[in-house]
């Protein structure tokens, strides 16, 4: 039985561009929550989705988006990626929006 | 805003020692979990607390829920290397409100 599995798993990108990051939820899981998670700090709720809809968001600007699959999958994208934006980017899968978290081992990006 | 603050922000014994940590809020929430971090790997779920008051153990771990579900605690009996990691509390004040993150406790075991 599969996990959360994030893709990829390191990348480097220069200011100003945009990245997409993956990420497949853990099988029977229906909604995925993102996290930044900067080096030394707790994870920072970014949005979480739920049946193809955003349904929370954190303190993130709109340079933040996402996108959720009819499978259940999910896309975090940032445009015009800023110094800051360097951090382990985390996803968590759940049943249901109250279900208990089973996060991924993360997206490292480091923005040059 | 919710906030949860943990401490001590880090901490460093020697294999065997008791150890306790603490995650406060001034907010109430309906559950407050303790996740476990490795350098390079996400959180992983350890406990899940619900009930003001509750007392949950896991082997060596023992977790406790405040009466008034603003705080909890993280106690760790005879410490082993195996414990070090990040040391995570979080929690939503509904069932499905977002789950936020407290800052973590660094916890260092030495052999």
């Known amino acids: 039985d599969a996990g959360v599995t994030q893709s990829p798993t390191h990348l480097i990108k220069t200011r100003g561009q945009q990245v997409t990051l993956r990420c497949s939820p853990k099988s029977g899981h229906d909604t995925v929550s993102w996290y930044q998670q900067a080096l030394g700090q707790g994870p920072q709720f970014i949005f979480q989705y739920y049946e193809e809809e955003e349904r929370q968001r954190g303190n993130f600007p709109d340079r933040f988006s996402g996108h959720q699959f009819p499978n259940y999958s999910s896309e975090l994208n940032v445009n015009a990626l800023l110094l800051g934006d360097s951090a382990l980017y985390l996803c968590a899968s759940s049943l249901g929006q109250g279900g208990s978290y089973t996060f991924g081992s993360g997206t490292r990006l480091t923005v040059v | 805003t919710q906030l949860l603050e943990q401490s001590p922000q880090f901490l460093s014994i020697q294999e065997g020692e008791n150890l306790t940590v603490y995650c406060n809020s001034s907010?109430?929430?309906?559950?407050l979990q303790w996740y476990r971090q490795e350098p390079g790997e996400g959180p992983v779920l350890l406990v899940t607390v619900v009930t003001g008051g509750e007392v949950k153990k896991l082997k060596r771990l023992t977790f406790q829920f405040g009466d008034a579900r603003k705080d909890s605690s993280l106690h760790i009996t005879a410490a082993q290397p195996g414990d070090t990691g990040l040391y995570l509390c979080a929690g939503g004040e509904t069932s499905y409100d977002k789950v936020i993150f407290g800052p973590g406790t660094s916890l260092s075991v030495i052999p």
């Open positions: 907010s109430v929430f309906s559950s």
